[in-house]
């Protein structure tokens, strides 16, 4: 069983050079990337905007139907025009057809730790819905880096403890300190999503490699807080499955990042996940 807990369905023609796609194709691009590498469910992540390229929360539920090979996890809209209304986010989340929130800071020119996020932390708490934060490397230009630092989970993880908080991209580049954030806070997990662009290189891949084993060595006992997930459509999901398997899990380890972990916090039905591929 393998679920991958980090796909995007935005076009992403201008970081690629891919053509633009309308979301309908981009889903069934996810369905078949999923069949080909042998990943039984996916959690689709929305964006902090909404464009030609950038599906709304509400489009993308409309199109997956709530498909059991998919989660919906929401993006905040949090300093655009349009704004998420949270009071329209909490119904989708009463209603059990969002199962998260995504953050998406330095991005939307706020900090992890910014002080008007209580609102959106106090949901996530009174419904048991995860948090997942990008943290780390803004592959913006635009996007102000400091503002999605992993240290400034810590401050969040501290003054929510009733919030499971989800560092994406394990804080690239700074493992040491997602290292240290997941050791000292039960309630923070991390994804090893997006650590390439596209597949990856041999050198890059060895030292993504060190830099996880390190981190893993630091904060003890992975399985109980990491998750597999790839940043699909902006990493191939092949070689990223070869990654996790390269990381030298042990079984037990393996079996939690690659979907128990992520069933639990999601609160995927696997049950419904119709003829899992063994692996
Ligand atoms: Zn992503």
Same mark, same amino acid.
């Given at each position: 069983m393998l679920i991958d807990c980090h796909v995007h369905l935005n076009a992403y023609h201008t970081v690629n050079g891919d053509r633009r796609r309308p979301t309908e194709e981009n889903v069934d691009r996810l369905w078949d990337a999923? +069949?080909?590498n042998g990943v039984d469910h996916a959690v689709v992540l929305t964006s902090y905007k909404v /464009?030609?390229?950038?599906?709304?929360? @509400?489009?993308?539920?409309?199109? !997956?139907?709530e498909d059991p090979r998919t989660t919906v996890v929401e993006g905040l809209r949090w300093r655009g025009d349009a704004r998420t209304d949270l009071f329209h986010m @909490?119904?989708?989340?009463?209603d059990g057809v969002v199962k998260g929130i995504k953050l998406y800071p330095g991005y939307d020119k706020y900090a992890i730790n910014d002080p008007s996020l209580e609102a959106v932390f106090r949901l996530a708490a009174k419904h048991d819905v995860p948090?997942?934060?990008?943290?780390? /490397?803004?592959?913006? =230009?635009?996007? =102000?880096?400091r503002q999605a630092h992993p240290l400034l989970v810590d401050d969040v993880a501290v003054d929510y403890p009733d919030v499971r908080f989800v560092i994406c991209h394990l804080g690239n580049p700074w493992f040491v300190d997602t +290292?240290?954030?997941?050791?000292?806070?039960?309630?923070?997990?991390?994804?090893?999503?997006?650590?390439?662009?596209?597949?990856? /290189?041999?050198?890059?891949?060895?030292?993504?490699?060190m830099r996880v084993k390190d981190l893993i060595s630091y904060m003890g006992t992975p399985g109980k807080q990491l998750m597999y997930g790839s940043d699909w459509p902006l990493v191939?999901?092949?070689?990223?499955?070869?990654?996790? @398997?390269? !990381?030298?899990?042990?079984?037990?380890?393996? @079996?939690?990042?690659?979907?128990?972990?992520? +069933?639990?916090?999601?609160?995927?039905?696997?049950?419904?996940?119709?003829? #899992?591929? #063994?692996?």
């Amino acid at each position: 069983m393998l679920i991958d807990c980090h796909v995007h369905l935005n076009a992403y023609h201008t970081v690629n050079g891919d053509r633009r796609r309308p979301t309908e194709e981009n889903v069934d691009r996810l369905w078949d990337a999923m +069949a080909a590498n042998g990943v039984d469910h996916a959690v689709v992540l929305t964006s902090y905007k909404v /464009d030609v390229d950038r599906p709304s929360v @509400e489009r993308v539920l409309e199109i !997956l139907a709530e498909d059991p090979r998919t989660t919906v996890v929401e993006g905040l809209r949090w300093r655009g025009d349009a704004r998420t209304d949270l009071f329209h986010m @909490e119904e989708r989340i009463r209603d059990g057809v969002v199962k998260g929130i995504k953050l998406y800071p330095g991005y939307d020119k706020y900090a992890i730790n910014d002080p008007s996020l209580e609102a959106v932390f106090r949901l996530a708490a009174k419904h048991d819905v995860p948090v997942m934060i990008h943290c780390g /490397d803004t592959y913006a =230009k635009g996007a =102000k880096v400091r503002q999605a630092h992993p240290l400034l989970v810590d401050d969040v993880a501290v003054d929510y403890p009733d919030v499971r908080f989800v560092i994406c991209h394990l804080g690239n580049p700074w493992f040491v300190d997602t +290292a240290e954030v997941l050791y000292k806070n039960d309630n923070v997990y991390a994804d090893i999503s997006g650590l390439t662009l596209g597949d990856f /290189d041999y050198e890059f891949e060895r030292y993504v490699i060190m830099r996880v084993k390190d981190l893993i060595s630091y904060m003890g006992t992975p399985g109980k807080q990491l998750m597999y997930g790839s940043d699909w459509p902006l990493v191939e999901m092949g070689p990223y499955v070869k990654f996790l @398997e390269g !990381l030298g899990f042990s079984e037990g380890e393996r @079996e939690h990042i690659a979907w128990k972990t992520a +069933a639990e916090i999601f609160k995927i039905d696997v049950s419904r996940l119709e003829s #899992p591929t #063994p692996h």
